[in-house]
């Protein structure tokens, strides 16, 4: 299968990326993989990319202007030079914007939020809050496909060769609209809640005091992510919210604390990996849906768990 990955902007492999070049590497077969960056002089891209059998690596030759109409002309002009017939990448709001965008332009199947796509291009999606798998199988020469994170166990991969970059032009003319500022967003060190392998979560039970479950997820490396009772308190931003009304999240870990379990929060975590809840009620909903559960005072738990942990870190470190 002829697989075209596109990167969007990033300069460095995200856990999401090595996901998406896994499974191209799988469905391309003896085929090799091509990639586009739609940041100009992508710098170490190039050599995060040896071992995942990419050929040639696109990138503008220039910063471009117009963002989504210009990426879109990017994209257009990558597919016409690899010629691919199946075209991956993350699922963001760009990626899932250009990909439409192309699908539309090319009549191609377009079918976002993927957990898996088989070599017959059978692709696997989790619909209605995870209470059901579906197989949807594009009917098209060619087909854009977005994949969730969490979905692919990346492989390490060998010291492969570092692919050539292509530089690609595009010009577009008569934009309707032009970008006049960016603001980027607060950086954190925390990963990406939708991204993110491990998640730490505060309910209500936490009561004000989110710092604690912001110190766990800092010894697990997790995001932070809260409940609605949590966010409407004001404890923390609304862009942290998992649930219905908030974010979908599908890590391997989902460690959440003074969380009931209402349905509206459960239809943006069930899907998690392994779901470990703390709560001093034994009759908590999320007891029915939790892997592990401890029945007990969060102020106490969470402190004796950081605690734990640091020990464990602690006797693993050379001394
Ligand atoms: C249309 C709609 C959309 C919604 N969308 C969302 C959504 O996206 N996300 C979402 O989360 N909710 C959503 N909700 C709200 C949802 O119904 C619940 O009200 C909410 O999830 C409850 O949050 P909570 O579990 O933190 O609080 P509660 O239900 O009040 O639960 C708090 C829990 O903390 C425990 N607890 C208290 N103190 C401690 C302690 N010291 N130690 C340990 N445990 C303790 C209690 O036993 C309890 O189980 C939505 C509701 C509606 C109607």
Redesign the pocket.
Same mark, same amino acid.
């Given at each position: 299968m002829n697989v075209l990955v596109d990167l969007g902007h990033t300069r460095r492999l995200r856990s999401p990326d090595r996901e998406v070049l896994t499974l191209a590497r799988t469905l391309a077969g003896s085929d090799t993989v091509t990639v586009l960056s739609h940041a100009p002089e992508p710098g170490d891209l190039a050599a995060d990319l040896g071992g995942y059998r990419v050929a040639t690596l696109f990138a503008p030759r220039e910063e471009a202007p117009d963002l989504s109409r210009t990426d879109t002309a990017l994209l257009d002009a990558a597919l016409a030079e690899s010629g691919a017939n199946l075209v991956l990448g993350a699922n963001d709001a760009d990626t899932t914007e250009w990909f439409a965008r192309l699908a539309v332009r090319h009549g191609a199947a377009v079918i976002t939020d993927a957990v898996g796509v088989a070599e017959d291009r059978t692709v696997t999606k989790s619909v209605l809050a995870g209470g059901y798998t579906t197989t949807v199988v594009p009917t098209t020469d060619l087909a854009f496909i977005t994949l969730a994170p969490n979905s692919v166990t990346t492989e390490d991969v060998d010291d492969g060769a570092a692919p050539e970059v292509t530089p690609l032009s595009v010009s577009v003319s008569g934009a309707a609209a032009t970008v006049t500022g960016t603001t980027a967003a607060p950086a954190s060190s925390r990963p990406k809640l939708t991204e993110a392998k491990a998640v730490v979560v505060g309910?209500?039970?936490v009561?004000g005091n989110f710092a604690l479950v912001e110190e766990l997820a800092d010894e697990l490396g997790a995001a932070v992510g809260a409940?609605?009772?949590?966010v409407d308190a004001g404890w923390v931003e609304h862009a942290a !919210?998992?649930?219905?009304?908030?974010v979908t999240v599908s890590p391997q870990l989902y460690l959440c604390?003074?969380?009931?379990?209402? #349905? !509206?929060?459960r239809?943006?975590m069930q899907t998690a990996q392994t779901i470990v809840a703390?709560?001093?009620?034994e009759n908590?909903q #999320?007891f029915e849906i939790a892997d592990f559960g401890v029945v007990?005072?969060?102020?106490k738990?969470i402190p004796q768990l950081i605690e734990a942990l640091r020990e464990r870190k602690g006797s693993s470190d050379p001394a």
């Open positions: 309910g209500r039970g009561n409940s609605r009772a949590a !919210q998992v649930g219905q009304t908030g604390a003074g969380v009931s379990g209402a #349905i !509206q929060h239809a943006g703390i709560n001093k009620d908590a #999320i007990g005072d969060l102020t738990v």
